[in-house]
């Protein structure tokens, strides 16, 4: 899944991307208000972590503009300030969550997990797609109970699929959401993804939309 990271600390955003890119995120870092803006207002992300002391636009006033335009995307503040009063101003303009420099990655971590889950109607942090379990505080995956390897590549796919199992996800989509802009690949890498998913998790698990993309078939918990 793609996240956008908007910080101008180049050494906490260092560090955040780094952790984010081995949690299997393709990070988007922008270091000012306006370029975070724009990359925001344009592009798709699962989440944002925005920080509010950015030059150019601050964070909040990035926050309003994505808001007021419709961009629902969910949205983790980060502020070196802790008072409550700029957390409630957060808040109503639409902050999902928020996070005081300075904070332990496995918190900003966690904390990304729930807004995406919540983000996507999901309660509980482990999903269930008919037999199928998966677990994004392990990065693991149960068929049946049983423990299924799946690539790191593979893993992305199935859970961008799961997050989104109300609607067709596009191949077009999948390959923004899982490579990063650089990344060499072949022309049909979601078609070969999609074929080794079915192999290890059954051919009944993602239908294929003639037209449309793909989508996770069942019941999802």
Same mark, same amino acid.
């Given at each position: ?14 560090n ?6 081995r949690?299997g995120?393709?990070?988007?870092? /922008?270091?000012d208000?306006e %370029?975070?803006? =724009? ?8 989440? &944002? ?30 502020t ?6 700029e ?6 303009a ?16 966690a ?8 983000? %996507?109607?999901?309660?509980?942090? &482990? ?5 199928? /379990? ?6 693991? &995956?149960?068929?049946?109970g049983?423990?299924?390897s ?6 992305? %796919? ?24 650089? =990344? ?38």
């Amino acid at each position: 899944m793609r996240l956008l990271l908007v910080e101008d600390d180049r050494l906490i955003a260092r560090n955040v991307i780094a952790h984010l890119e081995r949690e299997g995120f393709v990070v988007t870092h /922008e270091t000012d208000g306006e %370029c975070g803006w =724009f990359t925001g207002d344009s592009e798709e992300f699962a989440a &944002v972590v925005l920080d509010l002391g950015l030059p150019g636009m601050d964070g909040l006033s990035v926050l309003k503009r994505w808001r007021s335009g419709g961009r629902a995307m969910p949205v983790l503040i980060l502020t070196a300030r802790g008072n409550w009063q700029e957390r409630v101003e957060g808040i109503d303009a639409g902050a999902d969550d928020y996070l005081t420099k300075p904070f332990q990655v496995p918190e900003l971590l966690a904390r990304l997990r729930a807004i995406i889950r919540r983000s %996507c109607g999901q309660s509980t942090p &482990v999903m269930m797609i008919g037999s199928i /379990e998966i677990d994004p505080r392990t990065k693991s &995956v149960k068929r049946e109970g049983l423990p299924v390897s799946l690539t790191p590549l593979e893993y992305r %796919c199935l859970v961008h699929l799961a997050h989104n199992r109300q609607r067709n996800v596009s191949q077009a989509e999948l390959t923004e959401q899982l490579y990063a802009q650089d =990344f060499e690949r072949e022309s049909n890498s979601v078609e070969v993804l999609i074929g080794r998913l079915r192999r290890k998790l059954g051919r009944e698990i993602i239908e294929t939309r003639r037209g449309y993309g793909y989508r996770i078939a069942g019941d999802a918990g």
